[in-house]
Each structure stands twice: as C-alpha cells, then as structure tokens.
DNA sequence: GCGTAATAACTGACCGGTCGGTTAGTTACG
DNA sequence: CGTAACTAACCGACCGGTCAGTTATTACGC
C-alpha cells in the first residue's frame, strides 16, 4: 500500500467565506433565520460546523455577511440603472419595474429573504436593519429621485414621491409575497410581467400630465 | 384557623378557549410561530400549560382558532361591507381601501399576525392555507368582483380585475410591512391614509373610463 | 532534496439551556 | 363522593456556541 491519498480536509482559507455564505444564503432563503440550523450550512459549504466560527462571529453576522455579500449586490444594479437612464419618465419606471420583476423571478432566493427579514424581524431587529441598510434605503432613495426628476421636468403630477413609489413597488412586492407564501399551498399565480404592465397602463394613464 | 378560602383555581370550561385565544393572538403578534411559547400563552390566559392541551391539540390547532375566530371576523367585513354598497366604483374602492387602513391602523395585531404568516409560511405550510382560507379568499375573491362589477357597468376600463386588485391593495400592505418591519428600526413612518388616498387618485385617473 | 518542527485551519464531541408535549396527581364543585 | 377541570413536574429532542485535540501545510535546518 501507498500511503493514503485521500485528506480528511483542505486548507482553504480564501475560499472558505464565500463558500460559506453561498451555503448559507441558501439554507436562510429555505428555512428562514432561526429555523437555519448552522449545522446544515456547515455541511453543505462542505466543512465542520466549528469552521464556521473561524469567520464568522455569530448567526447574525453570518447573516449580514450574506445580504451584504450576494444580495445587495444583486438589488443595487436595478434601482441605479434606472436613475442612470436618461430617457422619459414613462420608459425609466417601465424599464426600473421590469427589471425589478425580472430579478425576482431569475432567483428566488432574493425574495426570500425578503421574507425572512419580514417575519422575523420582531425577535431579530438586527436583520431589519442589515436590510434596511444595505437593500431599502439604496432601493427607496433612488426610486424616490427617479420620480422627483419626473416631477421637475414637469412629466409627472405633483405629489409626495415617496408615497409614489410605494404606489409603484407595492403591488410588485406583493406579487412575489404571493407566489412565495400562497402558491405552493394552492393559490392561483399569478403573472408578475402581465401584472405590471397593466398597473402601469392605469397607473400613468392617471399619473402623467 | 379557618380553613382557607383562596381556591387555586377556578373550573371555567366555558370561558377558558377565548381567554386562551386572545393571550395566543397577542403572543404570536408580538414573536411569531416557532418563538411563541406556550408557557407564556398560558401564564397570560392565566392557566398551567396543560390546560392548553385540553381545549387545543397542538400549536398549529391553536393558531388556526386564533385566525378562525378572532382574526377573519376583523377582516371579512372590510371587503363585504364595500361589495354590498350600491355606489359608483369609485366611491366603493375608497370606502374599502379606506377602512382596510382603518383596521391596520386600529388593531396593529393583524398585520403583525400576517407578518408571521408570510415570513414562517415556508416552515409550517399549515398557517399559509389557514389564512388563505379565512382571510385572503373571501378578501380576494369580493375584491375581484367590486372591480368586475365596475367594469360591467362601464366604470372601469377593461383588464385583468385580479390584477387590478393587486394594483390596489398592494401599497397598503406594504406600507403595514414597512411600518411594522423597519419602523421600529429607525426608517421613516408612512402616512397611511395619505398614501390610499395619493394612490388612488392616480390610478383612478387613469382607470376610469 | 529531505526530514522535522512550527503553525493554523479544521474537526467533532460536548454543554447548558430551551421547549412542545405528556401524565400522574390534586382540587373544585355538583 | 365522583368526576372532570386543572396543575406541575417531567421527558426527550434539539441547537448555538465552545474547545481540546487532529491534521494539512509551511518554514527551516542540514
């Protein structure tokens, strides 16, 4: 016999975060955040649930580290890109909703977070606030300049802006609530693309002047 | 001595599922599903654990009597009340809008028992179908036939009313998700009433016909 | 090159505390 | 008294976090 080939572990000290946090966006988006057993996370990164405790102090921070490593990441682009473009009002909110839509259907996962965050934010304030933070405040501020400059130019009817966009995401948020927590115990679908056409068709059918 | 007159307790069959039901919508409102202890529950009703498991035969069974009796007899009404109304369209939606911020606005529980819902429906599929049941079918379904009812009377243009009715009530329910999630956590309040009636009057102006 | 000592990445068994649900026994009350 | 409402102690399972020990890898002496 040759000695044995085969380690019981590597040492991998630069790919072990983002393995982990990978694994662990996909256990928190399956079970939620106090239900996540680190366990089941140590194992599907493929190391000791101790490792874990190698880079990451605690649950929460593990937490943080994904919304801010994967999902910020993903929901930042569509807000900016909007605010980026330069082209009237009409085509900007068209094109920031369909991406929003878009995004959340290409993965799941982001919306169910979401939906973490949102149900257990009572007995873990903190993730409310890693939300807030790193997803919210990006996504709500530049919506909320998208729709002021439509305003100044005179394209959209005056108005708090901040409530505009609530008038706006609401029922696309709502959607995918919907879909997550609804659909798979028998409620009927719903589609996200018809939905927002036709709620921008009457939305500003009444909105623009 | 005399012997002593304080009875340990008190056999009240009749009244004790209320009491129970009402200490159990105020321990899951305010921590969820899986962190509600029945412990607390009971020591609120002002029972021993035990006597839970003679009125109720698990967590799930009591959740189901706290949406079955106390939280759909808040809800149904809301939609009922604006489907019996002999109105034009637009008199009838604000009404329904206006009192479904009325109800978030009164009892801050509901929302706060959705939330639970929404966020631990993944975990216990269970509390999904109840509030599907009880709270959003009827909600839906009146909904969708007010619109249907303005569309077949030339009020409303034409288009999808389930989807229609998403455009509606979406921003209201997020604005409850907004207050009751990152509120607490320093984000800006919403005026709610504020935004039912800026939301309505553009998509009015652009719905009706 | 080649053994070997030093280092740190990693493992896995363990602990204290928690909680849904059970049940043997106690008490109110007709 | 009889009985059923009620209590309180209990059980078994679970889990976040810890840590003593193991092992891959590197550094170094020769």
Redesign the pocket.
């Known amino acids: 016999m040759t000695e044995s080939p085969?380690?019981?572990?590597?040492?991998?000290?630069a790919e072990?975060p983002g393995e982990i946090v990978a694994a662990a966006l996909d256990v928190f988006a399956e079970k939620g955040f106090?239900?996540?057993?680190?366990?089941e996370i140590?194992r599907r990164a493929?190391?000791?649930?101790?490792?874990?405790?190698?880079?990451f102090e605690?649950?929460?921070d593990l937490f943080r580290a994904v919304v801010h490593d994967v999902v910020a990441p993903k929901v930042r682009p569509v807000a900016e890109g909007a605010a980026a473009m330069d082209a009237p009002f009409e085509v900007v909110i068209r094109a920031a909703l369909g991406r929003l839509a878009g995004l959340l259907n290409s993965d799941r996962r982001v919306g169910a977070v979401a939906k973490v965050v949102i149900g257990e934010s009572r007995n873990f304030p903190e993730l409310a606030r890693i939300w807030k933070e790193n997803v919210l405040l990006p996504g709500i501020t530049t919506m909320t300049g998208v729709i002021a400059r439509g305003q100044a130019r005179g394209e959209v009817k005056p108005g708090d802006p901040r409530l505009y966009a609530f008038g706006f995401i609401g029922p696309v948020l709502v959607s995918m609530l919907w879909r997550e927590t609804f659909v798979p115990v028998g409620a009927e679908p719903i589609d996200v693309e018809r939905l927002v056409e036709q709620h921008l068709d009457a939305v500003l059918g009444g909105l623009l002047t």
Chains 1, 2 share one sequence.
């Open positions: 085969l380690p019981k572990f590597r040492r991998r000290k072990r106090a239900a996540a057993r680190l366990d140590a493929g190391v000791s649930k101790g490792a874990l405790y190698l880079y605690t649950k929460e």
